[in-house]
């Protein structure tokens, strides 16, 4: 895939990151362990690149792009955003971060709010962040809603999130976190609750936004053949631990780690090493 001259100069960096979870209170046991999610993981997304984050359920992932977002913060470790140290950010840095990045989450019929319209969902993160008048913010979110493939934009700015199809609910949240023109989005299995044809569709658009704007991307997938299709890079994490990171065409043909060979023989249509 094409890169720009940013090429190797890393946008986002992880190290040691560790993130433990309180275990949670159960009558019938006395103490347990705290849940190790994340534990002291390194990570480097270069500019401008779609890195893959794929392994089985309860490995990490999900924790991993909450930590990018800035939904929680690490037990241990840091990340580095264009070089900065993310946990010092407050105040109006902080802010301008919250634009920079954004996350898209698994499940369409939960990261919508109900009670907004479309229009509304989408002009949110422009009002939180104060950008421009009430003219240019609704050009601008009819603009967006055309982009992601809700066109005529108009025609869906009064609908509510329970008149759309699962896709289009994706494309709403997809719309809602481009609007800003952030340079990194944590795109969380935006597929998976969705049919393969529509989970196609859906990398199609991801490809040409990020072709249109030059976003980086963490796609965080439980399958390697999304992965494949999506990603120059990809890092396997089981169990907390990142166990192999390589360029995609090398994960599937020549994967080291027995964990990765492990997953691609249970992934359907999968073999390795042809
Ligand atoms: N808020 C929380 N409180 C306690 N434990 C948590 C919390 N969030 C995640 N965990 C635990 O951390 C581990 C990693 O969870 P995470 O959601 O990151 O996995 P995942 O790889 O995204 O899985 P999936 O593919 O099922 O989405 C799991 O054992 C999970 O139960
Ligand atoms: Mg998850």
Redesign the pocket.
């Known amino acids: 895939m094409e890169k720009t001259d940013t090429k190797n100069r890393l946008l986002v960096e992880l190290k040691q990151v560790t993130k433990a979870?309180a275990p949670?209170k159960r009558w019938f046991v006395r103490s347990s362990q705290p849940?190790l999610?994340l534990n002291s993981i390194d990570l480097g997304i270069e500019h401008g690149e779609v890195f893959g984050l794929v392994?089985?359920?309860?490995?990490?992932?999900?924790?991993t792009g909450r930590l990018l977002a800035k939904l929680e913060s690490p037990t241990a470790g840091e990340i580095y955003f264009d070089k900065t140290p993310i946990s010092q950010l407050k105040g109006v840095r902080l802010k301008a971060y919250r634009s920079r990045v954004q996350m898209i989450f698994q499940d369409p019929y939960q990261s919508l709010n109900p009670h907004l319209s479309i229009a509304e969902t989408v002009l949110e993160p422009l009002m939180v962040q104060g950008i421009g008048t009430r003219d240019t913010r609704m050009e601008k979110v009819v603009h967006t809603l055309d982009l992601v493939g809700l066109s005529p934009g108009e025609a869906f700015c009064h609908r509510y999130p329970h008149q759309l199809s699962g896709g289009q609910r994706q494309r709403v949240a997809i719309a809602r976190a481009i609007v800003l023109e952030p340079q990194f989005i944590v795109a969380d299995?935006p597929t998976s609750m969705l049919d393969a044809t529509i989970a196609i569709q859906l990398f199609k658009l991801l490809q040409e936004i990020k072709e249109t704007f030059g976003m980086t991307f963490l796609f965080i997938t439980?399958n390697l053949a999304a992965a494949r299709y999506m990603c120059d890079r990809i890092a396997v994490i089981h169990e907390g631990h990142i166990v192999e990171v390589n360029t995609a065409e090398n994960i599937i043909r020549h994967p080291e780690h027995p964990y990765t060979k492990k997953l691609i023989k249970v992934q359907p249509g999968f073999k390795y090493g042809r």
Request: no cysteine.
């Open positions: 979870y949670k849940v999610a392994g089985q359920s309860g490995s990490g992932k999900t924790t299995e439980h």
